[in-house]
């Protein structure tokens, strides 16, 4: 396993294996690896000749600077856990390698109303970051495939809607992959490090009420269901929900009555006290 800080020996690195017809298969990461990561990265090796993951915290997505700042990061450890896995190219680049100015941080896709639900209602300009950094990792590293878990399922759809509106040249074909958790239910995250030891307990509950509401949702209607998953979660005090949607995929319009034709998923975003966690569950 090769590592590369620097865009223009992996550009070359790659070139080179891609005049060869080799294929290459990419996971683009913030790093502070864990087994959801890992999952992608198997996948990843399934299909592709070789594997390059990319680690890099990505300024432009974080909204808050304090959640920019708390974000985990220990490239040593990471790099350590990688070469363990099938991945084959690490590329680790600083901020001026993939901003080299200012207005390369800004791009001005527009991704329609995707981009403004969920996620983009609570964490505004987070999804421009995403479409930047994605389009400017996938020029780089040119994949055949790329992979992202349904854990951050709005961004899969909105990376979709990018790749087949702006991309479509690059020719990268997006592979979504199941969401890894913890033996407790808890869906694996990078910021699941910054959770002590009482929080921890009750961030299980936020996957444990999803699956609870799948079981029974039939008998419920739209609104009484959220009613009750927003009430149980916030029955522990460690926990805050800020949303639960019942949406459709792929355009995450609001589900209003049960209809089976719909690929109905609920997503949620809960605080255990300063952390924001995420988490959905499809229903059909
Ligand atoms: P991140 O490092 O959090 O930006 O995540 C990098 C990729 O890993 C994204 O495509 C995530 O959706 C995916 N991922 C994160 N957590 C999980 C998980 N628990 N299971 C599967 N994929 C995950």
């Not at 790329?146 to 759809?157: M, P, R, T, V």
């Not at 002590?196 to 739209?222: G, P």
């Not at 609001?254 to 995420?278: P, Y």
Request: charged share 25%; glycine share 4%.
């Amino acid at each position: 396993m090769r590592v590369f800080n620097n865009t223009i020996e992996l550009v070359a690195e790659l070139n080179t294996a891609r005049n060869r017809g080799i294929s290459i298969g990419f996971v683009p990461t913030m790093g502070a690896l864990h087994q959801g990561h890992l999952s992608l990265i198997n996948e990843a090796s399934k299909e592709n000749d070789i594997v390059v993951v990319s680690i890099f915290v990505n300024p432009t997505q974080f909204n808050n600077s304090d959640d920019l700042r708390k974000y985990p990061r220990n490239l040593e450890k990471d790099t350590e856990l990688l070469k363990n896995t099938k991945c084959s190219l690490v590329f680790a680049p600083s901020e001026k390698d993939i901003y080299p100015d200012e207005n390369s941080k800004n791009s001005n896709y527009q991704l329609g109303k995707i981009t403004e639900v969920l996620e983009g209602k609570f964490r505004p300009g987070h999804f421009d970051g995403v479409a930047t950094v994605v389009s400017r990792l996938f020029e780089i590293v040119k994949p055949s495939k790329a992979y992202f878990g349904q854990k951050d399922l709005q961004q899969f759809l909105i990376i979709n809607r990018l790749n087949s509106l702006y991309l479509k040249h690059l020719n990268i074909e997006l592979v979504k992959c199941p969401i890894i958790r913890e033996a407790d239910g808890l869906a694996m995250s990078s910021r699941n490090l910054l959770l002590d030891k009482e929080k921890r307990k009750s961030a299980a509950i936020i996957s444990q009420t999803l699956y609870k509401a799948l079981e029974i949702y039939r008998k419920f209607s739209v609104t009484n269901l959220r009613k009750w998953v927003i009430e149980s979660i916030n029955k522990d005090t460690n926990l805050k929900v800020e949303y639960f949607e019942l949406v459709n995929d792929p355009d995450l319009d609001e589900i209003l009555e049960w209809d089976q034709n719909k690929r109905i998923v609920a997503c949620v975003a809960v605080f255990a006290g300063e952390i924001r966690l995420i988490d959905n569950v499809y229903f059909n």
